[in-house]
């Protein structure tokens, strides 16, 4: 299922004038949020993509209506996550809320819940000011949005 969003998704970029850093960052995002709609919620995923000001957007829809934990964009962990490690399993997450400039969820309105993140179509490396030797760049960007149905 994943394979079949990353390629929906390096498609739908191309078309909406992705930069190829950026193009790469979306099927990333786009892998990591349907893996886990697959792992974490029983039944159907649906995935949309679609071109917003800010670059793509991509909202996966499953039919769990428990709202992930979400990472901060520098990587901070939430005080539940930190208190039972069960209870965040991995670092997906982390990875797309570096990658976008926005990430969210909400209750779906057929059930279930909707996670959103918005990537940018241009790559523009971001600064980690506390890496050792002072601010460097990472390799890829905060991204943007645009939007396509994939069944």
């Given at each position: ?32 949020l ?5 792992r ?14 800010e670059?793509?957007?991509v ?12 990472p901060?964009?520098?990587g ?37 819940k ?9 790559a ?28």
């Amino acid at each position: 299922m994943a394979g079949r969003a990353r390629e929906v998704s390096h498609r739908f970029a191309k078309s909406a004038g992705c930069s190829e850093n950026a193009e790469d960052d979306l099927a990333l995002v786009v892998s990591e949020l349907v893996t886990n709609a697959g792992r974490h919620a029983p039944g159907p995923c649906r995935m949309y993509l679609e071109t917003v000001e800010e670059g793509v957007a991509v909202e996966v829809w499953d039919t769990n209506p428990m709202l992930p934990h979400f990472p901060s964009a520098d990587g901070a962990v939430c005080e539940c996550c930190v208190e039972d490690e069960l209870q965040c399993s991995g670092y997906g997450l982390g990875i797309v809320a570096r990658l976008a400039r926005e990430l969210y969820g909400f209750a779906g309105p057929e059930g279930g819940k909707t996670v959103r993140a918005v990537v940018a179509r241009s790559a523009v490396p971001d600064a980690i000011p506390d890496a050792p030797g002072g601010p460097t760049t990472v390799p890829w960007p905060r991204s943007a949005t645009e939007s396509a149905g994939m069944p």
